[in-house]
């Protein structure tokens, strides 16, 4: 919302050295450039929105010690770069199954924060927006045994199996993953435990998290615990995953309630 705003601006006028604003600001403008980068990449405004993001960036890291957002910032950035041009986006791996990817910047972020749910989203979200699946799940099955039980990063397979249909050509074969796929359903049952593991903690996973695994265990005929999810859920909802499996999200969301509610009573 800052970023559709000059409240930045304000705010910088009346208390330039105010605690958050080089974070915020940061933060504003590495998602804008990311936008602007995906709608028109390669435009005069996506290629000046990147360069003051990284302006942004780089100010962070120099007087936020210890704080995670600037080096997240990159992270973001570093999927506009699909061609891996720059050298920062095409370190070596630490596992040698791995390709050379952003991992400097990712081992930063993990330094301050190693199983913050955020870093990995964005390494995820960098292999995918290469269009390469292979490193994507590779990346999951290298760091995911070790997160920690009942972490949201349990969810991150989930985002995969949602992308793959989303660039499918034959969306009724991709469809079948959720069942027919042994490792998949295995996985989103596996999720769905460090869920409740989480929940009876006290911990509360994303909305966005616990709206792909109510999803994926709809999609897995999975319909009681489907139900259980879609209930600790409410009275909040994502749009997503349902805004990339249909053209009326809103149908096929009531579909995999009112199903999921019949079968659970």
Request: glycine share 8%.
């Amino acid at each position: 919302m800052a970023g559709q705003s000059d409240i930045l601006r304000h705010w910088g006028d009346e208390e330039p050295t105010a605690f958050g604003l080089t974070t915020l600001h940061t933060r504003v403008a590495a998602d804008q450039a990311l936008l602007a980068g995906q709608r028109q990449r390669g435009s005069r405004e996506a290629v000046a929105l990147e360069g003051t993001a990284r302006q942004w960036c780089w100010l962070a890291a120099s007087v936020l010690g210890g704080d995670p957002v600037p080096w997240l910032g990159l992270l973001t950035l570093a999927q506009l770069d699909t061609g891996q041009a720059r050298p920062e986006h095409r370190v070596p791996a630490p596992d040698q199954m791995l390709p050379p990817g952003p991992w400097a910047l990712f081992d930063q972020v993990r330094r301050i924060d190693p199983w913050g749910r955020e870093a990995f989203h964005r390494m995820l979200r960098f292999w995918l927006a290469l269009g390469e699946s292979g490193p994507a799940t590779e990346f999951l099955a290298t760091y995911l045994p070790s997160a920690p039980e009942g972490s949201a990063l349990h969810a991150l397979p989930l985002y995969l199996y949602v992308d793959r249909y989303r660039r499918a050509k034959r969306k009724d074969a991709a469809q079948l993953q959720w069942t027919d796929e042994e490792t998949v359903r295995a996985t989103v049952l596996s999720a769905f435990s460090h869920w409740q593991a989480a929940l009876g903690r006290g911990v509360r996973w994303p909305v966005a998290d616990e709206s792909h695994l109510a999803h994926a265990l709809w999609a897995s005929r999975q319909h009681q615990q489907a139900a259980e999810v879609f209930s600790a859920m409410a009275p909040f909802i994502s749009m997503q995953p349902w805004q990339s499996l249909a053209h009326q999200p809103g149908d096929l969301l009531r579909q995999a309630m009112t199903q999921s509610y019949a079968v659970a009573g």
